[in-house]
């Protein structure tokens, strides 16, 4: 083990509906979707189908114009049934009608022994051709990595911190075969080292405690413990100029997987999760898919909201909406569309807060209470007050009071003195849940993240 860190700053949100860790049965949704507005910073994609042609998983739908070379494909085989688009012809989903059975694009394929000998071009050549490329993140920014630069270093966490996040222990079981192929191709990427962040709050994963060529890093504490940033702030930080990809442990299983057998398998195991879920399991199923198989007959009330991904740094979806693409749950929990007699003044153990002066009663009920939250923000969009709530919820050495500030200001120099490259929306989300004010604080770094990069 190379390091052990332990973060004192944080705060764990408990929320009511945990996936069991049981794979229930559902057939499999009958369309899937791939949504450019998952990939951050794709810009003018251009569409490779048409409505009525027949695909099979792993062949391209689309390019971004600012990186041609990136392609992506179809999660399953079958027929494209709808192109939907937003205002001013935005792209927003290529919607699949999927086989029965899928079909897979053939690439090549290759033997463990062979992973020693492939080159770097040969590589990113198949990761580009294949739709597996857009597994890898590139920080600053949090965009879809640029194949003609080098990375000082790779980051991969190897656990989820977030609100009823899924557990990877168990969706990647039987995986470390792939895991460890995809960490030999991703070696051929970097000059540098390849940091695996492990948990250290209980028993490491045997999927991931196992594997070469990495340096193993023990991280403990509350979420935001981890988020890949905070390893990367703890690790190898990110100055102006430095290069640092990010990518996931599915995704480093799908690159495994794409040179031991030479296909883009998009299947995943997925959790569902949240108090308004009658049985929260896992569902295995594939990126892109509808979710109105699993939550059918499987939601208790009427009034719920649907979460791609988690509630803090999720996507709203409808009943009949699409996974995400770097999505690994569907989180279904009350909407907030209602006024609350005497709001937070109201004394109470169900009310969740890292104020003890507002959840008081909460606080003292214990730690490992169970909470059922919904989606009202308590209030509505006020002056900025400063309190320091920020600095107690982020174990890094970044002020995110005043980086936000300089983001409001658009003040270029001050954003990057105060560590704006180190942080996506994922590392302030916890500011966000915990801030009186009521900002929408991720769609504010973005912005300047944005600034920054079109600079």
């Given amino acids: 083990m190379s390091h052990t860190i332990k973060l004192k ?10 996936a069991d860790k049981k794979i229930a049965t559902c057939d499999q949704p009958e369309t899937f979707a791939l949504k450019p507005t998952d990939f951050l910073g794709i810009e003018r994609p251009k569409l490779m189908v048409e409505v009525g042609d027949t695909v099979k998983a792993g062949t ?3 390019y971004c114009k600012m990186m041609e070379e990136v392609k992506y494909c179809a999660p399953v085989s079958g027929e494209i049934v709808e192109i939907k688009r937003g205002e001013k012809r935005k792209l927003l989903e290529i919607r699949i009608l999927a086989d029965k059975e899928i079909v897979y694009e053939k690439f090549k394929n290759y033997s463990v022994s062979d992973l020693v000998k492939i080159d770097k071009n040969e590589v990113i050549d198949l990761l580009l051709q294949s739709g597996v490329w857009p597994n890898i993140i590139q920080r600053p920014y949090g965009i879809v990595a640029n194949p003609e630069e080098t990375p000082k270093s790779i980051f991969i966490s190897t656990f989820d911190t977030h609100p009823l996040a899924p ?6 079981s039987g995986e470390e075969h792939n895991f460890q192929a995809g960490i030999d191709i991703l070696r051929k990427l970097t000059n540098g080292k390849i940091h695996l962040g492990l948990n250290g709050n209980g028993e490491v994963s045997s999927v991931f405690s196992h594997t070469k060529n990495v340096e193993l890093h023990s991280i403990s504490g509350k979420h935001p413990a981890g988020n890949v940033g905070v390893h990367i702030h703890h690790i190898d930080p990110i100055s102006k100029g430095d290069l640092v990809w990010t990518v996931d442990p599915y995704g480093v299983v799908q690159i495994g997987k794409l040179f031991l057998e030479g296909k883009y398998d998009a299947s995943k195991t997925i959790a569902l999760a949240g108090s308004e879920v009658s049985t929260p399991e896992y569902y295995k199923t594939y ?8 939550v059918e007959r499987n939601v208790k009330g009427r009034n719920v909201r649907f979460v791609s991904g988690n509630v803090l ?5 409808k009943s009949d909406g699409y996974l995400g693409f770097y999505h690994h749950q569907l989180t279904v929990i009350p909407e907030g569309d209602h006024s609350e007699f005497m709001g937070w003044i109201l004394p109470t153990t169900k009310k969740l807060s890292f104020h003890k002066a507002f959840g008081l009663l909460s606080y003292l009920n214990g730690k490992n209470k169970e909470y059922i939250i919904d989606t009202n923000t308590k209030g509505e969009r006020r002056t900025f007050v400063q309190t320091g709530v920020f600095e107690q919820v982020t174990p890094m050495d970044i002020l995110p009071t ?6 409001m200001a658009e003040d270029y120099d001050e954003m990057e003195a105060l560590g704006i490259y180190e942080m996506i929306e994922e590392d302030i989300a916890l500011c966000e849940f915990v801030d009186v004010s009521k900002h929408e604080l991720q769609k504010i770094l973005r912005e300047g993240l944005d600034l920054l990069k079109n600079s």
């Fill in 60 to 62: 391209p739908l689309l």
């Fill in 9 to 18: 700053k944080g705060f764990d949100i408990n929320l009511a509906g945990k």
């Fill in 287 to 294: 990126t892109g898919a509808c979710v109105n198989k699993m």
């Fill in 313 to 317: 740094t999720g996507e709203k979806i």
């Fill in 402 to 407: 005043y980086l936000v500030k300089a983001i």
């Fill in 167 to 172: 557990d990877y222990d168990f969706t990647l």
